[in-house]
């Protein structure tokens, strides 16, 4: 092999290797840019993901008082239905006291204690009395 085969090759070698050089440089290039992108991308998400949980905590709390106003609401509403039926059960006892029942029928029919029962009846001898 003469000198001028020898410097071709070595120049075309030379050559390859700046051409292997600009493309793995390239690559480079674009890896980086693509994990910059990546990079941004996952910030990005991690935000969106910040703001999700906020607002899921909030809507938790939100809940829990919308919870304990129902609890609150179904506490007054049982609160008054039973006085309702308290004042009805009552009504009901005089209505039998005036028709003559006696103390131990307002008790069985109406559930009064014996001295809620005693007191109707009283009550109701002196509506017949005056």
Do not use: F, P
């Not at 050089?21 to 935000?47: C, F, G, N, P, Y």
């Not at 179904?74 to 609160?79: A, H």
């Amino acid at each position: 092999m003469d000198n001028a085969t020898v410097l071709l090759i070595m120049a075309g070698a030379s050559g390859l290797g700046v051409i292997v050089s600009m493309v793995a440089a390239l690559l480079m290039l674009r890896w980086r840019r693509r994990l910059i992108d990546q990079h941004a991308e996952v910030t990005e998400l991690k935000e969106e993901l910040r703001a999700l949980c906020a607002g899921a905590v909030g809507a938790d709390e939100r809940v829990g008082r919308v919870e304990q106003r129902t609890r609150r609401l179904k506490e007054r509403q049982e609160r008054l239905e039973s006085r309702d039926n308290g004042e009805r059960l009552y009504a009901q006892a005089i209505r039998m006291a005036r028709n003559g029942a006696g103390v131990d029928e307002l008790i069985s029919v109406c559930g009064l204690s014996s001295s809620e029962a005693d007191l109707i009846v009283m009550m109701h001898r002196l509506d017949e009395a005056s």
